[in-house]
Antibody, heavy 122, light 109 residues
Framework: QVQLVQSGAEVKKPGSSVKVSCKAS????????ISWVRQAPGQGLEWMGG????????NYAQKFQGRVTITTDESTSTAYMELSSLRSEDTAVYYC???????????????WGQGTLVTVSS | EIVMTQSPATLSVSPGERATLSCRAS??????LAWYQQKPGQAPRLLIY???TRATGIPARFSGSGSGTEFTLTISSLQSEDFAVYYC???????????FGQGTRLEIK
């Protein structure tokens, strides 16, 4: 059974970067994708991007292109999401989720990490 | 981008009654649709994938239907633990351009 454990809450200044980690246990890390989804306070879910470790290529939502980088470290079964040029609107809970991959395409998300609150404030 | 629209935004239902939640896609997503439940302070939990297949451990009172652009999540005989926010998600694109609906809040009447 796959479990995802994320790093702790962060407080960042506008213009800085944040890097959130997501450590997987159970299953074979390289055989599934990891996606990142964020949720601003009181708002809905927003897909940011994902990566299939075995392919090593990340895909990003157009909104975050150029500002987000998703990577993995297979040696530690850990995925990372780095968001740069932070602004107050990036204050949100950031979730990682395992993506079921069928025929090299993304499908549903299960399970999800517990979430990491990133607060951007001067 | 495929836009997912959920209705209603808020649904008030009494325990023991049936709840019907809708999700509409701006273009066909075939059966590439999932439903998630989210309770306050918790991560989303997968309920349904492939539009109608219950995820492991999900009670039979949850059912999904639809294909193309119109989808429904039905919860028969609501239990107290079912009051939460529900999101639909499409995963029909490659490269992935995954989108979620804005959510339906299911509250106790």
């Amino acid at each position: 059974q796959v479990q995802l454990v994320q790093s702790g809450a962060e407080v960042k200044k506008p213009g800085s970067s944040v890097k959130v980690s997501c450590k997987a246990s159970g299953g074979t890390f390289s055989s599934y994708a990891i996606s990142w989804v964020r949720q601003a306070p009181g708002q809905g879910l927003e897909w940011m991007g994902g990566i299939i470790p075995i392919f090593g290529t990340a895909n990003y939502a157009q909104k975050f292109q150029g500002r987000v980088t998703i990577t993995t470290d297979e040696s530690t079964s850990t995925a990372y999401m780095e968001l740069s040029s932070l602004r107050s609107e990036d204050t949100a809970v950031y979730y990682c989720a395992r993506v079921v991959v069928v025929a090299a395409t993304y499908n549903w998300f299960d399970p999800w990490g517990q979430g990491t609150l990133v607060t951007v404030s001067s | 981008e495929i836009v997912m629209t959920q209705s209603p935004a808020t649904l008030s239902v009494s325990p023991g009654e049936r709840a019907t939640l809708s999700c509409r896609a701006s273009q066909s997503v075939s059966s590439n649709l999932a439903w998630y439940q989210q309770k306050p302070g918790q991560a989303p939990r997968l309920l349904i994938y492939g539009a109608s297949t219950r995820a492991t451990g999900i009670p039979a009172r949850f059912s999904g239907s639809g294909s193309g652009t119109e989808f429904t999540l039905t919860i028969s005989s609501l239990q107290s633990e079912d009051f939460a926010v529900y999101y639909c998600q499409q995963y029909n694109n490659w490269p992935p351009r995954i989108t979620f609906g804005q959510g339906t809040r299911l509250e106790i009447k």
